[in-house]
């Protein structure tokens, strides 16, 4: 019913930058919320940032004043700018989707299939 594909992963080094995006598609009612997490080897996954339709943002502490988040609604698209890479950066991003399907009433989840980011130092 909903695709959320991400793209713009890779390999970069330590003071870098790269643009992460997903795209939403299928039987999208209204989209609420959407974020981004990440895991790294032998962590808990973890929130990034998040931003609302309305254009609402929150960023993790850790990432405040390097990553931004961005959202195109009219594309359904959400970008996640990273700048000033750090090696604890490292880990796969998950795209998160919280919104509505056509004809199904309920707020749901959605979740893309990951993209690895790698820092080196």
């Known amino acids: 019913q909903v695709q959320l594909v991400e793209s713009g992963g890779g390999l970069v080094q330590a003071g870098g930058s790269l643009r992460l995006s997903c795209a939403a598609s299928?039987?999208?009612?209204?989209?609420?919320?959407m974020g981004w997490y990440r895991q790294a080897p032998g962590k808990q996954r973890e929130l990034v940032a998040a931003i609302t339709s309305g254009g609402s943002t929150i960023h993790a502490a850790s990432v405040k004043g390097r990553f931004t988040i961005s959202m195109d609604n009219a594309k359904n698209t959400v970008y996640l700018q990273m700048s000033s890479l750090k090696p604890e950066d490292t880990a796969v991003y998950y795209c998160?989707?919280?919104?509505?399907?056509?004809?199904?009433?309920?707020?749901?989840?959605?979740w893309g299939q990951g993209t690895q980011v790698t820092v080196s130092s």
């Open positions: 998160n989707g919280k919104l509505w399907v056509v004809h199904t009433p309920s707020l749901d989840d959605y």
């Open positions: 299928g039987s999208i009612f209204r989209i609420n919320t």
